[in-house]
């Protein structure tokens, strides 16, 4: 018991880092960079892309759309009073999801994020 109190009282003391700190043993020179540089070129690119296709733009219809033919969804935003976590991700590709979902299938969507 006093051993499973001292380590207890450790461990409250000194937290484990909440990421893999860096091998410093390591120049920085030495790292590859190879996979991050070639998937920041993909991002650039897709984003490229996207913007002319003007993909993630919705114009305002030119008449009222049918009642029965609109779609709404809000996710708020993650608020810092704790850590990211896989939740957050989660629950928002359900909102990104349905509402590309229903675009396709020609209803009239509203997602603004954090609007709530």
């Known amino acids: 018991a006093p051993l499973l109190r001292q380590l207890l009282r450790h461990l409250t003391l000194n937290p484990p880092p909440l990421y893999a700190p860096r091998n410093h043993n390591v120049p920085r020179s030495a790292m590859s960079t190879v996979r991050r540089d070639t998937l920041l070129s993909l991002q650039a ?4 892309k996207w913007t002319a296709l003007r993909v993630f733009e ?3 219809p030119a008449t009222a759309p049918d009642e029965k033919k609109k779609f709404f969804v ?3 935003y993650p608020y810092m009073n704790g850590y990211l976590h896989i939740g957050h991700a989660f629950s928002m590709s359900k909102c990104e999801f349905a509402v590309g979902y229903f675009r396709l299938k020609g209803i009239q969507c509203l997602f603004p ?3 709530h």
């Open 58 to 60: 919705q114009d305002a």
């Open 113 to 115: 994020f954090g609007f």
């Open 45 to 48: 690119s897709a984003q490229a």
């Open 74 to 76: 809000s996710f708020p």
